[in-house]
């Protein structure tokens, strides 16, 4: 599976982005679509997942009720709606392929290159 993220960049606290994932490859219905940041000096982390057949979605916690996951099955393309963007959102977003329901990025077997997400002040 090959994944092209897409759709950073600078915003305002407040604001709102969405990012893009588009998927190729092999089949996608079996699949999970992960999206996972990373800080500068900091872990990469979960931020959200989407079961890609059933549409069924988890966030962390610290993205609750502002960021909701999607995925458009015509399209094999996932989505990321980011709302109320504040400054600690800011990081390298990446969305990732894999067949485990799991939050652990090494779970994950397909990365797309990254998209960078700047939230200011």
């Known amino acids: 599976v090959q994944l092209q993220a897409s759709g950073g960049g600078l915003v305002q606290a407040g604001g709102s982005l969405r990012l893009s994932c588009a998927a190729s490859g092999r089949t996608f219905r079996r699949y999970i679509m992960g999206w996972f940041r990373q800080a500068p000096g900091k872990e990469r982390e979960f931020v959200a997942s989407i079961i890609w057949s059933l549409g069924s979605t988890r966030y962390a916690d610290s993205v609750k009720g502002r960021f909701t996951v999607s995925r458009d099955s015509a399209k094999v393309t996932a989505y990321l709606q980011m709302n109320s963007l504040k400054p600690e959102d800011t990081a390298v977003y990446y969305c990732?392929?894999?067949?485990?329901?799991?939050?652990?990025?090494?779970?994950?077997?397909?990365w797309g290159q990254g998209t960078e997400v700047t939230v200011s002040s």
């Open positions: 990732a392929a894999g067949m485990l329901v799991t939050m652990t990025p090494k779970d994950f077997d397909s």
